[in-house]
């Protein structure tokens, strides 16, 4: 009865379902956070669950549910990447005893949502902390990190206010700056810190407000030329 190696029997994608159901906003979604979603996903798994004893006297639904989520929120895996909540608890089984354990064990089978970072997908997020090898963002439930060489199509100075900047165009990126970055490398080798690469060199990334400046010099030379 392994807590820990629960057999995780389909994914489908919910992408409106996370927003709107675990965070109570309004349909239509029109958040920035909408590109993010697309690595949300509700999965659905099966395992045995301890209850300890003095869970008994309360719902069983409820009691389960709470145990579900003190063990996988946070749980990371390369199948089911990193598990946000339990949001529900489809069946549970009879409870079975373990000679030497007074708590009961029931099969049980539940909801989550997860989130799985995918090559290639764009991701919204905020710049979480910045160093002079690249900068630490945050694009949900974990950080990735954006090396210097792909923070800008430019060279790099790094400043000891925790600043980069570009030298021939510059831009200046900094904690806090909220940024669109694509996922070029995603690595489990280690489940406990797993790794998230970053690139904003590509057209349409970086800064946001870099975007609005590059996108008002477009507009304004379009006038131009009319």
């Not at 709470?66 to 409870?95: A, H, M, P, W």
């Not at 100075?157 to 940024?179: A, I, P, Q, R, Y």
């Not at 590509?202 to 507009?219: A, N, P, S």
Request: aromatic share 10%; net charge positive.
């Amino acid at each position: 009865f392994c807590l820990k190696s629960p057999k995780f029997v389909y994914k489908v994608a919910k992408a409106d379902y996370f927003l709107h159901k675990i965070l109570g906003s309004p349909k239509p979604l029109k958040s920035k956070c909408l590109t993010n979603l697309k690595m949300f996903y509700e999965i659905k798994a099966k395992s045995h669950v301890r209850v300890p004893p003095n869970l008994l006297k309360e719902d069983i639904n409820h009691a389960i549910l709470n145990r579900l989520n003190e063990t996988f929120e946070g749980y990371i895996s390369q199948d089911v990447g990193f598990v946000v909540i339990v949001t529900d608890v489809l069946k549970i089984g009879e409870g079975v005893i373990i000679p030497g354990d007074g708590a009961p064990y029931y099969y049980t089978e539940f909801k989550m949502i997860t989130f799985i970072p995918e090559l290639q997908e764009v991701a919204l997020g905020k710049i979480t902390d910045i160093t002079n090898f690249g900068a630490f963002i945050n694009i949900g439930p974990v950080d990735g990190m954006i090396h210097v060489s792909q923070t800008m199509d430019d060279f790099i100075n790094f400043s000891k206010t925790k600043v980069l900047t570009g030298k021939e165009s510059k831009k200046t990126l900094k904690v806090g700056d909220d940024c669109r970055a694509r996922i070029i490398a995603v690595s489990y080798n280690d489940t406990e810190n797993p790794k998230i690469g970053l690139t904003m060199r590509q057209v349409g990334l970086g800064c946001l407000k870099w975007i609005e400046e590059d996108i008002k010099k477009g507009e304004a030379k379009r006038a131009k030329a009319k």
